[in-house]
Each structure stands twice: as C-alpha cells, then as structure tokens.
C-alpha cells in the first residue's frame, strides 16, 4: 500500500514521536523514507540579527544550521536503520511547507507523516501550522501525529 514515506521533521518531541509509527508501518510494504529538515529561511534572517557579533556573515550562520541538522538527521537514520528501510535525509533552505510540498512532487511519495506541532508553538498560533497547511495543500494521505 505504501511504499516511500515523506518525514519531514524539525526534531521537535512530537516529529520524534512519529519514528514509532514509520517503524509500524514496515509491514505495511513501506520501504523507503525520506526525511527531509527544512531550515526555515525567514528564521536563520530572524537569528542572523541576534547573533551576527558571534559569527562572520551568513555563510558561518548557513554551516552552523546545517551541522545542527545533519546531526537530528544521523540520529533518526540511526533510530531506523535496524528495520531495514532504504534512508534518504535532505537539509533544504526556505519555507517548510514550499520545501515539503516540492518533496512530495519529487520523489514520488506515498504518503507524509509528520508531526502535529513543531518547536515554535508562538509562530504557529499566529501563523497555522506547518501540519495543518501539508494536511490541507499535499496531494498523498498525511498522516498527523500528535503529542
């Protein structure tokens, strides 16, 4: 029924949360995951001012987030690598929802799992949800884990 799972995760509790149900839906025929981080380029902009005195320009501020991702990513391709799933990680800059959107399309996926909230419950309240808006924009089932 599903073959590839998009997960797209901000390493917030409850995306962790949604590992335990990508492991379950190995007997469901799943066997690749994408999991893809988005660095949400209006916050590095937002960051970059409160920092810039700790760092050389935005080329060191890019490095930093990346090296932050690639390891949340090493840690859930750990968590997932013992079931026997095919793992793709990708670090992408921009806006979560464009970025998990042009997943989607790209790697032809089955299905999206993903967290209900992500780490700034403050943006979310003023903004909706990056969950709520993949719920409604993508094209596959999404599957929304909450806490």
Same mark, same amino acid.
Request: glycine share 10%; no cysteine; proline share 5%.
């Given at each position: 029924m599903f073959r590839k799972i998009?997960?797209?995760t901000d390493f917030s509790d409850v995306s962790k949360i949604a590992i335990e149900y990508i492991k379950q839906l190995k007997e469901s025929g799943v066997k690749e995951i994408l999991v893809l981080h988005v660095i @949400?380029? +209006?916050d590095a902009q937002f960051n970059y001012l409160y920092i810039m @005195?700790?760092? !050389?320009?935005d080329k060191s501020l890019k490095? +930093?987030?990346e090296n932050e991702a690639r390891k949340g990513l090493t840690e859930i391709k750990d968590k997932l690598k013992d079931f026997g799933f095919k793992i793709t990680a990708r670090i992408e800059f921009g806006v979560p929802l464009k970025e998990i959107l042009k997943?989607?399309?790209e790697e032809d996926v089955s299905i999206i799992i993903?967290? !209900?909230h992500g780490k700034s419950n403050v943006a979310e309240m003023l903004l909706g949800s990056v969950s709520e808006k993949v719920v409604r924009k993508c094209k596959k089932p999404v599957l929304v884990v909450k806490r």
């Open positions: 998009l997960y797209p @949400d380029e +209006r @005195d700790e760092y !050389s320009g490095q +930093r987030l997943a989607e399309q993903i967290g !209900s």
